[in-house]
């Protein structure tokens, strides 16, 4: 059973430059989530996406953007990039609907986005 | 204010002893839901422990048990006969119903385990 995975694991850019990050949910989940995790910080709720569209979105600016495909795959898209932007990005999926496995996300493991 | 405080920003435990790690929390929300996840240097997430605001009795997980005081909202992760293997660092989180999808996180615990 083939859990979150996240793709790249690495990726250094410059400032202004844009990013794509992509992520596959864990084999039967159908909801995808992105965080950001500054180093030395908890991670902070950046959206979540369900049914192809963004469901919830927290504190963050236009710059960060998403889409989730109809396999349920997702990628989030970081325009115009700030230093401040570097940081672990991970991606956590669940199940829709109103199971106590609903409230479970499995995580990722992550891509390091180094902003220079 | 903060939805998630963690006061301990790194705890040494011996191993084999016990060690409990402390979380406190902040909602107005009557259903919610109290997760703990370790995250090893490696950066991955992973879930420990999920406790209910309507669950009567404190979550154990193997070796993890929860001490949920709802009266004090603290939601302390304890865990017994430490390994070398759990050094760490632990997350506490939360989610509301009110707020929908999104976990709130806080900042963290070090752990290290000595041998």
Not at chain 1, 11 to 31: E, N
Not at chain 1, 77 to 89: F, H, I, M
Request: hydrophobic share 30%; net charge negative; proline share 4%.
């Amino acid at each position: 059973d083939a859990g979150v995975t996240q793709s790249p694991t690495h990726l250094i850019k410059t400032r202004g430059q844009q990013v794509t990050l992509r992520c596959s949910p864990k084999s039967g989940h159908d909801t995808v989530s992105w965080y950001q995790q500054a180093l030395g910080q908890g991670p902070q709720f950046i959206f979540q996406y369900y049914e192809e569209e963004e469901r919830q979105r927290g504190n963050f600016p236009d710059r960060f953007s998403g889409h989730q495909f109809p396999n349920y795959s997702s990628e989030l898209n970081v325009n115009a990039l700030l230093l401040g932007d570097s940081a672990l990005y991970l991606c956590a999926s669940s199940l829709g609907g109103g199971s106590r496995s609903y409230n479970e996300q499995f995580f990722g493991p992550g891509t390091r986005l180094t902003v220079l | 204010a903060q939805k998630i405080t963690q006061t301990q920003p790194g705890m040494f435990v011996q191993e084999k002893e016990a060690v409990t790690l402390d979380c406190t929390y902040d909602t107005s929300d009557p259903s919610y839901g109290l997760f703990w996840y370790k995250q090893p240097s490696s950066g991955e997430m992973i879930f420990l422990i999920y406790q209910g605001s309507y669950d009567q009795q404190n979550a154990t997980e193997g070796r993890y048990s929860l001490n949920f005081q709802k009266a004090r909202k603290s939601a302390n992760l304890v865990i017994s006969a430490s390994q070398l293997g759990d050094s760490a660092m632990y997350f506490c989180a939360m989610r509301e119903s009110l707020t929908g999808n999104q976990f709130y996180f806080g900042t963290g615990t070090s752990l290290t385990v000595i041998p």
